[in-house]
């Protein structure tokens, strides 16, 4: 998997959207990919300081909340640090920030801001390209 | 089968056998052998997708009592 580079889109901020995003993420960088992820809209959540450590299951499948538990699957605090250990590429959609009235320092370590341009740039030759 | 160094990934669910198996193979040299237990039902096409996706053999694997067994031998 080196030389394959993966572009996904985050624009969802559940706690499902989130395992999707991690999961597939750092699966990939453990194969060797290079990958980057794009965050706008709900996706921000995914790597806010504070929510990211909170995020809410989706209204109605909150009965999962064990399953979560029985299956032993990591937090997303815990996907996250791997995704920054494997040098994931993070970009924050810098329009949604404006929108939302949000500052580079209320996200996690590491991040670029960038905007949709600057995610073309990065997805223009992937081998993978996800959207969540 | 002889290993060189022994990985338990019991008890953790995806992607963390794989992420893991990934680091445990860096402090192996080429040619050199990991054994990895993992009780992920998904871990036995994940590693093998994995190790197939690095250039690594899995040489051998098995399955005793719910544990998934693999032998990868680093490229």
């Known amino acids: 998997m080196a030389n394959t580079k993966v572009a996904i889109i985050a624009a969802n901020g559940s706690l499902f959207d989130a395992y999707k995003v991690f999961n597939v993420a750092t699966a990939a960088a453990a194969s060797d990919a290079e990958v980057g992820i794009f965050f706008t809209f709900e996706g921000l959540n995914l790597i806010h300081k504070e929510a990211h450590k909170n ?57 670029e801001v960038g905007g949709a341009a600057s995610f073309i740039e990065y997805a223009k030759d992937a081998n993978i390209t996800l959207s969540f | 089968m002889e290993s060189n160094k022994f990985l338990d990934a019991k008890g953790f669910a995806c992607p963390m056998p794989v992420v893991r198996t990934k680091k445990a193979m860096e402090d192996l040299n080429s040619g050199e052998i990991l054994e990895v237990h993992a009780t992920d039902k998904g871990s036995k096409s994940d590693l ?26 680093k490229a």
Do not use: R, Y
Request: charged letters at 25%; glycine letters at 8%; aromatic letters at 8%.
């Open chain 1, 55 to 111: 995020l809410p299951l989706p209204e109605g499948k909150e009965h999962f909340e064990e399953g979560f538990k029985q299956a032993n699957v990591p937090s997303i605090e815990e996907l996250v640090g791997i995704a920054q250990e494997l040098n994931i590429k993070i970009i924050a959609c810098q329009m949604t920030m404006d929108v939302m009235n949000l500052e580079k320092e209320a996200f996690i370590d590491g991040i």
């Open chain 2, 48 to 73: 093998t997708a994995w190790a197939k996706s690095g250039g690594h053999t899995v040489v051998q694997d098995a399955e005793e009592d719910g544990v998934f067994k693999f032998w990868i031998k």
